[in-house]
DNA sequence: GATGAATGAGCTTTCATTCAT
DNA sequence: TATGAATGAAAGCTCATTCAT
């Protein structure tokens, strides 16, 4: 039993690291340079192997996005346990959600910035567009929002048009920060602030 | 030199022929997919030929860029000669700034979403980063910026820091409508001008 | 003892078992499309595990047709032993063979058309060539040959002579309605027995 | 001019040389162990350049068939034009069909030994079953046979009857001497003759 | 005796690129 | 100036096979 445990977790460690992999590649490289021979020479093992944890490509890719924004919704279920002022929470979040994606440039990269079209076959294998696996978390955005506007910590308005609105803000910062890493920033940490804070305030 | 002469004009024109061919390509099918054998085609030439005009593909391609945000520059260009109010003045660039990403899509996604490292080529062969190209629209961002807090249009702050994050916020705007085109966004036009909206005020 | 007993019974049933299942993949898809894994699949066993039993796919392939060629000898064995006069057991032999060839198509087809450069081991595994398995079939026909001159009901010759030329015809017909199964042929029964009188006939 | 009659010719060759391997190989290694590298290799070209002569793999097996028969077809014709009896012109027709197997083995085993299921490709790419390019030949016999039966030259019968009986035999004695080539056949002229005999005589 | 993990060789095909003409 | 022939590298993927457990 034990040694089947210890297989179960080395196969699994495996997986996880064919992911990582994957993610560094992507972003490295872009997304339709990126083979499965480059991931499996990354780790080390023949390309082959690969086709034991994952189906085919698409699979791959797929179970990447699946995972990255697993993480990324938990980050924002912790956060919500916090039980903060709506408005500090969304603060909190907004914050989160940048620093997830600069932690994680690969993934987050790789999600929003491989066009659809080189994707066909990932939508075919299973879960519709990319973006999908990012819509729990843009649900939360939502239900933030919608809280601090009854609790009238910002402005009424339309609940979806400021939540879109304010995602493809955050999507900038984000996206920015991550691809364009050797364009002359100031420090980041600054001008994420203050950009959260030009966000946060023209919603008032 | 007549005969010269017609020859230079000659060559010109095959090499716009192929750069519009591959602009084509490059919108209906994206960087990945345009191959130079497509090209080729649709102009009714030989692969061959088209590198007597482009050392390579990243050439073609890095021309491409070029060409393409010089026409952004133009447009801003020809804001700045309308003699506007300053802040108007700014918000017209930065919507000439969407608005201009959402008709070259394919051109816009790849200057800010390919990674360096995926075109040996492109940086090689001359100008650095491939968002150098568009530096020259961010430096009139910049001066907008200077002036509307000259004239008091806008609130006194770090030029530099304000001008960074809202090219940031600008960039979320048109990656996300260019990118993620199959999600529910709502109308677009009232999404980009809500969301200019916010970014004007919060510049207040 | 009983021990042994049962454990080599069991060893000898999963042998039997992958040459079942072999055979239907063989049958069904034919010989290039089955692959060690199909046949592990079908048997609810690890791939490995087939390796345990036979060398190799050639071993394994080699076996089947020994196995299905036996049959034929053992059919011809029948018909001798049903004591019939020697023209009518040549031509119900002569049948036999036709209908054990389109009753096992994909072990017919493969014992006579396989070159054998493309089995590396099948030969190398011991039993000389492919079509060695049959020779136990063939001298039964010789020797049905020589006894119906030896009584007169054919002409005398060369039974060598006779009996090879008789086995190519043979093998036409069987071949034929083997592999080109789609080709429009007539009634293949009336088809078999014309060519059955033709091929007595002039024997004659 | 010149020039241009000198590369088509040599473009033709070319053709001929990879239709040439490839029929060789497919009979050496069986069809589905022959691969574009090993046609590509057995010529001392690089695998690509074969795509410059074919579209796929099933457009090369298929214009190997088609140029094959066509071959086949031209000897009957001459034959025909020979203006003999028509007795002696079927025997002479039937020889030659079975010269024409020992000549080309490669190219007759491979259309009549590869099964169909092997070949959904080469039947999607164009001309349907591989034996349907030696239909125009099948009809040759069929018109030879009947031009017998006419003259009296044969008895009287169904003619498509014969006539696919009498392939069948033929095919038989041409596959066999071709593939089993290492069986100890008697002296194959002997072999052949005797066996046309007896096919011919069953005729009467 | 049986297995799961892993591999290496192989497959068809496409592509950017070169070079003699 | 323009081309056709040719190439080498790479792609995603499957397969027979091995070996430690």
Known sequence: MGVAERRAREKDDLKK???NAAAELFVEEGYESVSMRKIAERIEYAPSTIYLHFRDKADLV???CTTTFAE??????EIVEQGLAPLERLRKSLRAYIDFGLEHPSHYAFVFSTPSS???????????PLWACGMGSFERLRMGMQECMATGAIREADVELVSQSTWLMMHGVTMGLVFESDFPFLDRGKLIEHTLDRIINSLR
């Open 17 to 19: 690291k064919i992911l």
């Open 62 to 64: 797929g179970s990447l």
């Open 118 to 128: 080189a994707l066909q076959g990932v939508a075919a294998a299973g879960q519709g």
């Open 72 to 77: 990324l919704e938990q980050r924002l279920e």
